[in-house]
């Protein structure tokens, strides 16, 4: 069903070792899918308007900017 209201539900993952194996097709060599979170765009307001912000993980530091 298509509509226009924006989806504002909470998603809980894991931010380092997300297993994503169980959801590729055909990986190769059978080995794991494992990814970690280093940048995350939100959105705040309307489907009309609003405003972005940005954080990314530095890989040297290890802290969120």
Do not use: Q
């Not at 226009?4 to 997300?18: M, Q």
């Not at 970690?36 to 530095?58: Q, R």
């Amino acid at each position: 069903m298509f509509g226009s209201k924006k989806i504002n539900d909470k998603i809980d993952f894991p931010v380092e070792g997300l297993n994503m194996t169980n959801y590729v097709i055909n990986s190769k060599d059978g080995r794991k899918i494992i990814y970690d979170l280093y940048a995350v765009s939100n959105h705040f307001g309307s489907l009309s308007g609003g405003h972005y912000t940005a954080f990314a993980k530095n890989p040297i530091f290890k802290k969120w900017y």
